[in-house]
């Protein structure tokens, strides 16, 4: 993949509840979706998993793999000095398995969300939101920003190549 993802980095990656993954439209108009990102330390890419009742963004990625994701760290999630970031990627879903190739991603969903075990349960009730593709963003690009977004400049980090 390239550069290594800075370890503070991966540190929000893997901490975060809540990503804004972003996805261009039919018309290339920006969609933002706010998701559960989950990371699994070294591995260079960022999952969602999404239920194919909510699959415009499915769509959208297919038809374009051009993606963002936004990370905001607050006084609910340290980071090591990190305030934000956002990731220019590109995406790709994987569908050919709805009802179980998900699961792969359960022992990082369920560090983020414990209590995602009692759902499971009910998964035969809810049918449809557990037929759920993957989405997989590998990251071109990390912004990050040390200080207040708002007033400093970010640190760049090809993640194809070398720091910019």
């Known amino acids: 993949m390239g550069a290594s993802v800075p370890p503070e980095v991966e540190e929000v990656f893997e901490n975060a509840l809540v990503a804004l993954l972003t996805t261009l439209n039919e018309r290339s108009e920006p969609v933002t979706h706010p998701m559960l990102p989950l990371y699994e330390r070294g591995s260079g890419r960022i999952y969602f998993t999404s239920s194919v009742l909510f699959s415009k963004k499915l769509e959208h990625i297919k038809r374009n793999p051009k993606v963002s994701v936004h990370f905001s760290v607050s006084e609910y999630m340290r980071a090591g000095g990190v305030k934000a970031v ?9 569908d050919r398995n709805l009802s179980e190739g998900w699961m792969r991603l359960l022992p990082l969903w369920r560090k983020k969300e414990p209590y995602i075990d009692a759902f499971l349960k009910q998964r035969f009730a809810f049918p449809l939101f ?14 990050v920003w040390r200080e207040d977004p708002m007033s400093t400049e970010p640190e760049k980090y090809s993640l194809r190549g070398e720091r910019g």
């Open 130 to 143: 557990w037929e759920r593709a993957v989405i997989e963003v590998t990251p071109e690009e990390a912004i």
């Open 86 to 94: 956002t990731v220019k990627g590109r995406a790709r879903v994987d």
